[in-house]
């Protein structure tokens, strides 16, 4: 399960896998330190796109860290760090994922809103996690039949 989590979280130019507000992302760039995706959003939310630079990718310390650049939205100096633990659960390998932001207060909002609704999706985003990985780990330990 470990693997699949890391594996998910570290396609930069992948979201949309697991975080439900985006519908599609292009990347600029090699995939490197640097790279630059422009993130389409769904409706629902105060924003329909997000320009956002790769800043860290550590895969031996399943660490990623970006911060958006850009978009018509209101998270000004985002930045975000997600590291990946292994953790046993329930006797076996899982994941523990934890992402943490930076983030200006935008004008109109208090640190309690802003944090409320960055905590909310991030929250959604990890709760999609799950699914998906627990998805594609029980479709692989589920035997296929052939006719």
């Given at each position: 399960m470990f693997f699949k989590v890391w594996s998910a979280v570290r396609r930069f130019d992948q979201p949309q896998k697991y975080k439900p507000f985006v519908s599609r992302c292009i990347v600029r760039g090699?995939?490197?330190i640097g790279s630059v995706r422009e993130v389409n959003v769904k409706s629902g939310l105060p924003a329909t796109t997000s320009t956002e630079m790769l800043e860290l990718l550590d895969d031996q310390e399943h660490v990623?860290?970006?911060k958006i650049v850009g978009g018509d939205h209101r998270l000004k100096?985002?930045?975000s760090i997600?590291?990946?633990h292994p953790e046993i659960i329930d006797g076996m390998l899982g994941a523990?994922?934890?992402e943490s932001f930076v983030v200006d207060v935008p004008e109109g909002n208090t640190q309690d809103e802003t944090c409320y609704f960055v905590n909310a999706v991030i929250n959604c985003?990890?709760?999609s996690l799950a699914i998906v990985s627990e998805s594609t780990a029980l479709q692989l330990?589920?035997?296929v039949n052939r006719l």
């Open positions: 090699d995939f490197k990623l860290g970006f100096n985002y930045s997600i590291t990946v523990l994922v934890i985003n990890l709760k330990l589920t035997p």
